[in-house]
C-alpha cells in the first residue's frame, strides 16, 4: 500500500473517530433539549456524518484508482515480458505445489 493511500486511511480513521465522538456527545445533549436546540443538534449531527461518508467515498475512489493503475501497470509489464512472466508464474507454481503436498 503506497504512503499517500495509508496516510489517507490514517486521516479518514482519525476524522471518522472524531465524527462518532461528536455525534455522541451530540446525542447525549439532544437528549436533555427539545425544540429548536434538538433540531440544532440533528442537524450538526447530519453534517458530521456526511462529511465522514464524503472523505470514505473519496478515499474509496482514490484506492479503486490505485489499484486500476497498478493492474494496468502489470498487464503492460506482463505484455512487455511475456516469457518472463510466464517463469516466473511456473516458478510460484512449483513452489506453492510443493508447499501444499507437504501438509
Known sequence: MSSSLQD???RLTDDLGAAVSEARNLLNQAESEVG???HQLRSELESSMHQAKT???NLEKQA???VQNMAH???HLIHDRPWQAAGIALVAGVVLGLLMNRR
Open 8 to 10: 489517507s486511511r490514517n
Open 36 to 38: 429548536e436546540r434538538a
Open 55 to 57: 472523505r470514505l467515498v
Open 64 to 66: 479503486v484508482g490505485e
Open 73 to 75: 501497470r502489470t498487464d
